[in-house]
């Protein structure tokens, strides 16, 4: 997964690299800045709901001269085309495969440093993003969360500005999607989404890299995950958006996915979506079976009721009505 998540990163930041040449050649729409806000239901324990409402504005990369220099952000899957997508998880597969042979000379981030912030803390995502950054050569900077405290101690644009002029890259681990958009307007170098409570772009692309290595393709299989409709789902979505499978979110009553991000997704005409509350149907015939943790971090207080709200939404290998599927289970990173 670490080399899967650096080649994702060696993607965006290679406008400047022969090998992946073909990325800065892509024009980058006008992308919509999204706005959330936080709601709760007169239920207890509550969920926290997470709404998106689009402003369009122009992207970052066109307001601080990064689209000059032909540099790009990796916070949306949306952002980039099917081809630019696809190229990255080729590329992903090579760089691993390269590194598992030992081979220790190809170093595209050598002489280079990536800050790491991380306002929400994860084993998983540090160990993978620092350990594979140093494999390409770069050397990343951990920052905690008392290290900065965004929006707290400094402003996020100022956070980005200063980082920028250190750094050749900043991946961010945060909790409000506004802060990793504010980052990404501010910053002048490219910035990666390494989680916000809306979207967790890099951790879909890893697990596409996954049912790819053993599926031998991504396009046309039918995934399907069982769950909350959480962040995981919202780029489940958006990457069936740009690359056409068979997606299907089986969920309780009231743990649906944004409704706009399915709309857009299906609207996209570019695969088959599904919403449903049940999820013995869903797995049938199912390729790939995909789950997460019923209570993520921020939602430990909700534990128990999501225990109660979630039996019947296990993946038990046994009970599956398809038994050639890949099954994947995300932990709580």
């Avoid at 306002?119 to 998983?124: L, N, Q, V």
């Avoid at 299989?221 to 690359?243: F, P, Q, R, T």
């Avoid at 944004?258 to 599904?274: D, F, L, N, Q």
Wanted: proline residues 4%; charged residues 25%; aromatic residues 8%.
């Amino acid at each position: 997964m670490a080399t899967g998540i650096a080649s994702n990163i060696s993607a965006v930041v290679s406008s400047k690299s022969d090998e992946l040449s073909s990325l800065s050649s892509i024009s980058r729409p006008v992308r919509c800045i999204r706005r959330f806000s936080c709601a709760s239901s007169s239920t207890a324990p509550s969920r926290r709901r997470i709404s998106c409402q689009a402003v369009c504005s122009e992207p970052s990369s066109y307001v601080n001269g990064k689209a000059k220099a032909g540099l790009k952000d990796f916070i949306h899957i949306t952002d980039f085309d099917k081809s630019t997508i696809l190229n990255i998880l080729d590329r992903a597969k090579e760089v691993k495969a390269l590194l598992k042979s030992g081979e220790r000379t190809y170093l595209p981030f050598k002489g280079k440093t990536m800050a790491m912030i991380f306002a929400k803390p994860s084993m998983r995502t540090r160990v993978s993003f620092e350990t594979g950054f140093h494999l390409l050569g770069g050397h990343a900077l951990y920052l905690g969360p008392n290290d900065i405290q965004m929006g707290k101690r400094e402003e996020t644009r100022d956070v980005a500005r200063v980082l920028s002029r250190y750094n050749d890259i900043i991946m961010a681990r945060v909790f409000a999607h506004q802060d990793i958009l504010d980052l990404a307007r501010y910053s002048s170098v490219p910035v990666i989404n390494g989680l916000t409570d809306y979207n967790h772009p890099c951790q879909i692309m890893a697990d596409a890299l996954t049912i790819i290595e053993h599926r031998g393709r991504l396009e046309g299989s039918k995934v399907v995950y069982v769950g909350d409709g959480n962040n995981i789902v919202h780029s489940w979505l958006m990457l069936a958006s740009v690359v056409p499978f068979h997606f299907v979110c089986a969920c309780p009553k009231g743990f649906e996915p944004e409704a706009a991000t399915t709309e857009r997704a299906i609207k996209s005409g570019v695969s088959k979506i599904e919403v449903t509350n049940d999820p013995k149907e869903a797995v049938k015939g199912a390729d790939v079976v995909y789950s997460d943790v019923w209570a993520s971090m921020g939602q430990k207080e909700e534990a128990e009721y999501r225990r109660k709200v979630f039996q019947g939404f296990q993946v038990c290998i046994a009970s599956l009505h398809s038994n050639h599927c890949v099954h994947i289970y995300e932990l709580c990173a």
